[in-house]
């Protein structure tokens, strides 16, 4: 898996669109962030339900491990790009896309005072 091949599987879910946070490319639906690309170009992440991340990590401990702290309590999910098969990769997109697709649309931040 490469990063450009997991760009692609990504932005083929309906309605998905690329976007930037914290510096790196990252994938929404419905508001939501269920996917991104880390700068090291070896790591990507995805946000799945915490039963669906211990499957996947239990399934496929040289490619999943949980994210740090409660971002990973929560379901992010790492995925080590040249450990997973792209059916895998495929798989973990699509269960974060519909995961994000489910849940309520995404309120905007207001900006705080200066």
Known sequence: MTPARFRRLALALPEAVEGSH????????GGRVFASLHADGATGMVRVSPSEQARLCADHPDAFVPANGAWGRAGCTLVRLEAVAPPVAEEALLLAWQAAIAAPAARRRRPRPT
């Open 22 to 29: 914290h510096g790196h490319p990252d994938f929404r639906a």
